[in-house]
């Protein structure tokens, strides 16, 4: 079974900073999507950026970006110019690839990082 | 985009009684509906996966007979949280996925509290 493992309970940035949080995951399937979702304190869960493993190119959405080392099975996301908006809590998922005729597979999850920004 | 509602937001009842939850997704047919269970400042835990039209597939150490879920329709899910116990309280989330090369798309939670 997959693992997902984020190691940084807990993290804090400055606004207008950098910050990266770490996660890496376990696998035997070559094929696969890995996803950064953001949980703010209103518990909606909102998808930040995806990464398919078939692609060597790092995803990046606006101010968020990923370091995707398949190798490493590391999954790291960059926040650049970090804003009060950000605080939350992130999760890295996991999810094997679509078996055919379904409309999805489940994900795993990671632990989890607390995310705050400092003004 | 891609909506999953999730009803109610927020419920109270006494224990010994049942709750129901719906997710229904509104702009897209989800044949594949996931309920999680969350804990404060915990991960998202997968209690069950329903399919519509069959039985749901439940996740080791979750009991069947106390949540049961219910997938009538490409467009609504439920989840029935019988006999309720405080043990119960916990933040329910459902999530399904609107369609080929896209993510998950999730409801935005029951805070359930059995008193």
């Given amino acids: 079974a997959q693992t997902v493992t984020q190691s940084q309970p807990e993290m804090s940035v400055q606004e207008a900073e950098t910050v990266t949080l770490s996660c890496t995951y376990d696998t035997s399937e070559s094929d696969y999507y890995l996803f950064w979702y953001k949980q703010p304190p209103s518990r909606q869960m909102i998808l930040v950026i995806r990464q398919e493993a078939y692609k060597q190119q790092n995803a990046t959405e606006n101010r968020f970006s990923v370091n995707f080392q398949k190798a490493a099975k590391s999954f790291s996301l960059k926040i650049s110019d970090s804003q009060l908006g950000d605080a939350a809590m992130y999760f890295c998922a996991y999810r094997s690839p679509l078996l055919l005729g379904t409309s999805g597979s489940r994900l795993t999850f990671g632990e989890g990082t607390q995310l705050t920004v400092n003004p | ?115």
């Fill in chain 2, 1 to 115: 985009g891609a909506v999953v509602s999730q009803h109610p937001s927020w419920v109270i009842c006494k224990s010994g009684t049942s709750v129901k939850i719906e997710c229904r997704s509104l702009d897209f047919q989800a044949t594949t509906m996931f309920w999680y269970r969350q804990f404060p400042k915990q991960s998202l835990m997968l209690m069950a996966t329903s399919n519509e039209g069959s039985k749901a597939t439940y996740e080791q150490g979750v009991e069947k007979d106390k949540f049961l879920i219910n997938h009538a329709s490409l467009t609504l899910s439920t989840l029935t949280v019988t006999s309720a116990h405080p043990e119960d309280s916990s933040f329910y989330i459902c999530s399904a996925r609107p369609g080929q090369g896209s993510g998950y798309t999730f409801g935005s939670g029951t805070r359930l509290t059995v008193v």
